[in-house]
């Protein structure tokens, strides 16, 4: 039977983890030197994320596929690319740069992947 799961965590939540996106945990143990695989060798979905609370770390999956996340999880999550697949939309675009570092600093390149959208 699907439940629901809240998951805390001890750092600050990624700023593009939304409501929509699916969760997604593999058990692993972290090893000095490198990341390593522990008796999952899947990754294994969660559900959909429901509810998202950046002061307590927390992210809670409705509908949970799963009853509880065992071991020590690395927990990812991925976009819902119908959402999250477009380019700038409109007539113009204004963008802004700004440099908070306290050491001088080189822009490279800037690309723009633009199309006439009307006419």
Same mark, same amino acid.
């Given at each position: ?6 998951? $805390? ?7 593009? *983890?939304?409501?929509?996106? #699916?969760?997604?945990?593999? +058990? ?12 999952? #060798?899947?990754? *294994? ?23 509880? *996340?065992?071991? $020590? ?38 690309? *723009? +992947? ?6």
């Amino acid at each position: 039977m699907p439940a629901t799961i809240t998951l $805390t965590f001890a750092n600050t939540l990624n700023t593009s *983890v939304q409501i929509g996106d #699916t969760a997604y945990y593999i +058990d692993s143990q972290i090893a000095s030197g490198g990341f390593n695989t522990g008796l999952h #060798t899947d990754i *294994v979905e969660i559900g959909v994320i429901t509810a998202i609370n950046q002061g307590t770390n927390t992210i809670t999956v409705g509908n949970a596929l799963i009853g509880s *996340v065992p071991g $020590t999880p690395f927990i990812l999550f991925s976009k819902d690319n119908k959402a999250n697949l477009s380019s700038i939309l409109g007539y113009y675009a204004e963008v802004k740069f700004k440099n908070t570092s306290t050491t001088t600093s080189e822009l490279f390149s800037v690309g *723009v +992947d633009t199309f006439e959208s009307s006419k």
